[in-house]
């Protein structure tokens, strides 16, 4: 695929970022059944080009152990003041990077998800000099990823595979891969970290690689199936 190097700037992307999501402002939902998450996509320059950081969750965790992310994690009351608070902070614990070098320059929709969470997706630019290193936290994460943006520009990035969902709701799941030349391993990116990967595709790039029979099931739908799953017990904290 050829490069785009005026789309491709990193002061260009800022700004289309910014300037796309004030035109577009995020949903934002709330939900007694779902726990309070978020998430940062972020962009990096290095080598000559803007790169997405995602990760691939480490096996000694509990949960979706192997399974690609963005970094990011629960709200934490004791820790965090707001949900951009949560996103920065997970971010350093994750891939030990300094909190100061990241800048948010704003933030998609909300994404409910069958799984229980409520994340809150935000967008940060990390200040990035070759002298710098990550410093990975190998009880989160397994491996650091460093995808190009501009593959995932290119036409049919994504696959759809039907899946099974929720009183027998059968929708199509996205998905692509990507190998890392770095470690030569390949990496499977699906559900809900592809979502949200083409949202920002479609809204910062105008960029929709998605069919029309693709739905994720909505807020509203999501809590009524939680709120007939938990008749009787705790809500979620």
């Known amino acids: 695929m050829k490069e785009r190097k005026n789309v491709l700037n990193k002061k260009v992307i800022i700004k289309k970022i910014t300037q796309n999501l004030k035109i577009d402002p995020p949903d934002e939902f709330e939900s007694p059944y779902l726990k309070k998450s978020a998430i940062l996509i972020l962009l990096v320059e290095k080598d000559s080009q803007l790169k997405i950081i995602m990760t691939s969750r480490s096996s000694k965790l509990n949960n979706h152990t192997g399974e690609m992310s963005f970094p990011g994690g629960k709200f934490d009351v004791y820790l965090d003041y707001d949900l951009k608070h949560t996103a920065i902070r997970e971010t350093v614990e994750e891939i030990g990077i300094e909190k100061n070098k990241i800048s948010i320059l704003g933030r998609l929709n909300d994404l409910p998800t069958i799984t229980g969470y409520l994340i809150r997706p935000f ?16 009880q989160e994460v397994a491996h650091l990823v460093e995808i190009p943006l501009n593959y995932l520009l290119r036409k049919n990035l994504f696959t759809e595979t039907p899946m099974k969902i929720f009183e027998g ?11 890392d030349p770095n470690i030569n391993k390949m990496f499977h990116i699906w559900g809900a970290s592809a979502h949200i990967l083409a949202e920002f595709l479609k809204k910062i790039f105008e960029i929709d690689n998605i069919s029309n029979k693709y739905k994720r099931p909505n807020i509203s739908e999501i809590n009524d199936y939680f709120k007939k799953k938990l008749k009787g017990k705790n809500l979620p904290h």
């Open 123 to 138: 967008i940060g630019i990390l200040d990035w000099n070759d002298s710098d290193n990550f410093a990975i936290n190998h």
């Open 169 to 179: 709701t059968t929708i199509p799941l996205l998905s692509f891969d990507f190998k």
